[in-house]
Each structure stands twice: as C-alpha cells, then as structure tokens.
C-alpha cells in the first residue's frame, strides 16, 4: 500500500467523492491480452501496472498503455510498489519541470516516496539536489541517494 492507499481509506484522496478500492498499482503475469495489446505484451510476460483503484485483486482487466514490463533483476514486490511514485516522479521532472542536465532542483519531504525517486531521476539528468527532510535520519538517507545539499525543514525557510 502507498500514502495514496492510505489517504483513499480515510476518505482523503483528492477528488474522492465516495469510497474506492485500494490498489493503484500492482505486478503480476499477462494472462491473456485483449486484440489492442497483441504487438506491446505477451501472454507470460511479467509487468507492472497503474489502476484507478482496485489493484488488489487476484485478476484484473489492465488498460496496456498503463503497464509496463517488469525490468530484469526487479523483484515482483518491488514492481508492485513502483509505478505511482516514479511516474509522478518522472512527470514532474520532465513533463512539468522540463528538468535539464546541469539545472538544480529542490525537493521538499525529500525522504518520501516521490522525493527519493525525484533525487534519483536528477542525478541521473547530472542535475544538482538541495533536500529537506524532517530528521537527521532522514538527512542522511537522502544524502546518500545523492542529494548534493540538504537541511532540516527549518533551514529553507
């Protein structure tokens, strides 16, 4: 479950007018392909999925432009766990940010989910990383990510 699971539990996901079920993304095998995803998938294939809830379930009917392929060495639990937060993360850098090699970024709650993919994804753009984090553990956990500065919540304001 993700901070997004948990808010939709208790009533507090943006735009949520009654309850949903929980799961907005998961990993499992392609079992059978409908006639639009025969050239993307295989039957067999393992992949990880985005849902507008309901993901945690046995079986489910996947749009195939939300799924993407399982990458080799990746465990199925850590595919379950990796679509919300690196996609956002990833929108956010180069769809929102436009994110290019040598800009800086700041991330606020940079310890969470989509703090620490974002940290990532710009080192990857050789982009440099000023992070807060509400504790020294924290700190130093983002700082090893590859965060280039970083500072308690209170040191940016």
Known sequence: MNRADIMMREGRYPNQKEPRPLG???????????????NALEVGDSVMCLFPGGG?????????KHVLKVPKGMSMETAGGTMEVWLTAFQLLHKVASLKEGDTIFVHAAASGVGTSLIQLAKLQNAK?????????????VKNLGADLTGGTQSFI
């Open 24 to 38: 907005l993304e998961g990993a499992g095998k392609v079992v059978k392909l409908g006639k639009n995803a025969e």
């Open 56 to 64: 945690h379930v046995e079986f489910k009917n996947v749009n195939f």
């Open 129 to 141: 990383v000023i992070a807060s984090a509400s504790s020294n553990k924290k700190l130093e956990f």
